[in-house]
């Protein structure tokens, strides 16, 4: 059994008005709060191996498999998911899942939800990437 966490768009995000404008918007903030980690964490695609992805319509990435840091493939995308889920074992990558759902969550509002196997308020993790996100979004506003 993995450590989980779960996502939700209320309608599929190419639906939502400036869907895709958001949709990038969320991916920006994205790659740019998991760059600002005083401890850098290797991403890499889905499967551990190549690089993440971070494109205007899908986000996808995991740990590195070489150093046994990857669990399961984090994937959002426009034109597939509009609710999906990533066991990560509570591996490094987590707090980038962690960071993801937030920006997506910040981005997109009440059209977004999630939820985590973990507790938000304990998890050091959850509070890391709270903290990380509202820096990045009081800096843009």
């Not at 980038?96 to 308020?121: E, N, P, Q, T, Y």
């Not at 304990?122 to 009081?138: A, C, G, R, T």
């Amino acid at each position: 059994m993995g450590y989980t966490h779960y996502w939700d768009f209320c309608i599929a995000p190419k639906f939502i008005d400036n869907g895709l404008a958001k949709f990038k918007q969320a991916v920006e903030a994205t790659k740019s709060c998991i760059s600002s980690l005083k401890e850098p964490v290797k991403l890499c695609d889905g499967m551990g191996r190549g690089d993440p992805i971070f494109s205007d319509t899908k986000i996808v990435f995991n740990g590195d498999e070489s150093k046994q840091e990857d669990y399961e493939g984090f994937l959002i995308d426009i034109e597939k998911n509009c609710d999906g889920y990533c066991k990560t074992k509570r591996k490094p990558y987590d707090i980038a899942v962690c960071i993801a759902l937030r920006c997506f969550k910040k981005v997109f509002g009440s059209d977004f939800s999630f939820r985590s196997d973990g507790a938000l308020s304990q998890e050091p993790n959850w509070i890391k990437s709270l903290q990380i996100v509202n820096d990045y979004f009081n800096t843009k506003t």
